[in-house]
């Protein structure tokens, strides 16, 4: 077997630039939506046979940052909900997670069926139900109401996320340093957090991308007064003006882009939190 | 026992729960009685099937939601079988080391976070009559005009919606499989080539069942999510047929409270569908899986 590896025959480098190619034209169609926004996003005038757009224009991107346009209050919307569901859904699900993760109790499968049951049943009839009576509580068209509703996809993938990470931890970390005087505070701040500290990073992550591409519960819940970036896109798309269209698009993906490529190195090969992508 | 140790796991879980009994369960279930006809706000109490009447049977409804029934079944099972082969050809691509794979790796991930609205824009931008497709042909001469192209966004075989959906998830369950494949090294195949098993064979026989779990339950996210997925549908999809999640939308939209229940019964019946649809899905690949 040894000569066969040692000089490679002419089948094998053939099979070695296939490879590539086939890994080229996979990256290739895999971007070529991504590049059409940078082509539509500074275009003007980008008349049909023309393959390159002839008039390269900041058009889009001055009426982004104009004075009447709405996608600043649409970004700061976004972000305010982002964070503010994913603080919360941490620290709800913090406490479910390390019950999941270290300890065994009756009906715990029902429990952990429960709560990954909203990754499974379409999110629409959830918030037509919960649209009536959030009218009636004045949760409907606020900031308040629609974050309660995000947090119903996130949850999900937090508890899934962080229980994994208890489901490795050895909780006599903590009675040591309670032994050694340490309070419960200290003990959670020293001990547990630096522990679970990677798992509350990729839980983040999710519940941020979750809740900044929520399109549908944003609309239904928001009744029109919530106007986060997605909506405003989703407006926007079903006009004619391409080139705005594309520039709102790669200024609402920039951020998560960005978080993912921050993070990259606390994500790998955890399959069952990337199951959190499918949401978005 | 003390009142934490006894107390301790419900009131771990309680925060959790709260807001999956209430909301979730809570909204499916105040959802299910309205399309039922009960709506007290506007004075009506009784329970009837009428909602689901009308739609399964009316001269008015029927049309819309079977043929939208049917648009919805052929999208998401088209999106999800070949977001699932596709993905598990891309990974054993990117599986085998060669220079440029961790770059590759990247650029092949890149669109995780991309939102599906945006997703949608993309392929509109990239196949539409005059997109960047069809300028590409026009410029070597195979278009003359953007109608020489075909339609495949906004086209009632919903071809663009399927695009869209293969192009997010073909990395979405392609990472999966990756870390799967990458976890399990290369021993394995050694082991079944010594024993003289041949290319097709150690795929067959030596990967696929262990990459079948992931694979499985990556495509029943994808199924469930394409099913009940609003965006896409919405922004790539004809007049008639639209998606039943489209349909269930603008008739709960209707400013007649009375098309409310209808919107609900429909996404009431989505919820059902892709309920039942999962449990057989998982039924059937337990029974695969334990038979490799």
């Known amino acids: 077997m040894a000569p066969v590896s040692s000089r490679p025959t002419a089948r094998k480098r053939l099979a070695r630039v296939l490879h590539y190619c086939a890994v080229v034209l996979l990256i290739f169609l895999l971007l070529t939506p991504l590049i059409a926004f940078f082509f539509n996003a500074f275009s003007f005038r980008w008349f049909y046979p023309q393959l390159f757009p002839k008039e390269i224009s900041l058009r889009a991107w001055e009426s982004i940052v104009a004075a009447n346009s709405k996608v600043p209050e649409a970004l700061l919307s976004s972000t305010i909900l982002a964070v503010g569901v994913t603080f919360s859904s941490v620290i709800i699900g913090l406490p479910a997670a390390r019950a999941l993760g270290l300890y065994s109790f009756r009906g715990k499968r029902v429990i952990e069926f429960l709560i990954i049951s909203p990754t499974i049943v379409p999110g629409i009839a959830v918030a037509m139900g919960l649209n009536i009576n959030f009218i009636r509580w004045g949760l409907s068209g606020n900031m308040l109401g629609v974050g309660l509703v995000h947090l119903v996809p996130v949850m999900p993938y937090v508890v899934l996320t962080l229980s994994g990470v208890f489901a490795n931890y050895n909780p006599e970390y903590e009675q040591q340093a309670r032994s050694l005087g340490a309070g419960v505070l200290a003990t959670f701040w020293h001990v547990t957090l630096p522990a679970i500290f990677p798992g509350i990073v990729v839980a983040s992550l999710f519940a941020y991308l979750i809740s900044w591409s929520q399109y549908i519960l944003t609309f239904l819940i928001g009744a029109g007064q919530v106007i986060t970036m997605p909506v405003l896109l989703f407006s926007t798309a079903s006009g004619s003006n391409n080139a705005l269209t594309a520039a709102m698009s790669l200024v609402f993906v920039a951020p998560s882009i960005l978080i993912l490529i921050l993070t990259a190195r606390y994500l790998s090969g955890k399959s069952s939190a990337i199951g959190g992508f499918g949401q978005l | ?292």
């Not at chain 2, 939208?68 to 596709?86: D, E, H, M, R, Y």
């Open chain 2, 1 to 292: 026992m003390g009142f934490w140790e006894r107390w301790r796991i419900p009131i771990m879980l309680a925060p959790t729960m709260a807001v999956i009994i209430f909301l979730f369960i809570g909204g499916l279930t105040y959802g299910s009685l309205v399309s039922l006809g009960w709506q007290p706000i506007i004075g009506r109490t009784e329970i009837s099937l009428q909602a689901y009447e009308n739609i399964i049977f009316s001269e008015q409804y029927a049309s819309v939601f079977w043929q939208g029934l049917l648009l919805t079944i052929w999208v998401s099972f088209a999106s999800t079988f070949l977001s699932a082969v596709l993905a598990l050809a891309t990974a054993l691509l990117l599986r085998r080391s060669f220079f440029g794979k961790r770059l590759a790796t990247f650029l092949y991930q890149l669109n995780l976070p991309v939102p599906h609205v945006v997703a949608a824009i993309g392929i509109l931008f990239l196949f539409s009559q005059s997109g960047l497709i069809s300028r590409t042909g026009a410029q070597i001469g195979i278009f003359g005009y953007p109608s020489d192209f075909p339609v495949l966004v906004r086209d009632k075989f919903g071809i663009g919606i399927i695009l869209s959906f293969v192009w997010k998830e073909v990395p979405f369950v392609g990472v999966i499989v990756l870390a799967v494949l990458q976890s399990l090294g290369v021993d394995y195949e050694d082991l079944a080539r010594s024993l003289g098993a041949n290319r097709w064979q150690r795929f067959r026989y030596v990967i696929l069942p262990l990459v079948m779990p992931g694979l499985l339950s990556g495509s029943i996210l994808v199924f469930a999510f394409t099913f009940g997925s609003f965006e896409v549908p919405a922004i790539l999809g004809v007049r008639f047929p639209r998606t039943l999640t489209v349909t269930a939308v603008r008739f709960f939209r209707d400013p007649d409270l009375n098309a409310r229940t209808e919107g609900m019964a429909i996404s009431i019946i989505i919820s059902i569908i892709v309920f039942f649809l999962v449990l057989g899905y998982m039924w059937l690949s337990r029974r695969t899986i334990r038979k490799d």
